[in-house]
């Protein structure tokens, strides 16, 4: 495991440490899962798990079928 020095002003350590106290982890952990949580490139599983649940839903199609229309642009 990598180890990495960071440094804080005294305000953000003091935030870092009271929102690790707030999530009941260590403030290594802490960090950790923010920086897994900012670098994501999937969506979450519980997210992932709501694809198609609204069978109902309108397409991306109907929607725009709705917007209205550009004015015509004057000429520079």
């Not at 804080?8 to 897994?36: F, G, N, P, Y």
């Amino acid at each position: 495991m990598a180890q990495v020095t960071v440094y804080l002003d005294a305000e953000t350590a003091a935030q870092m440490k009271k929102a690790a106290r707030a999530a009941r982890m260590s403030q290594s952990r802490w960090l950790v899962e923010l920086i897994r949580a900012k670098t994501s490139v999937e969506w979450p599983a519980d997210v992932q798990a709501m694809a198609g649940a609204w069978a109902d839903a309108p397409t991306s199609e109907s929607l725009r079928d709705t917007d209205g229309h550009d004015v015509p642009r004057e000429d520079l």
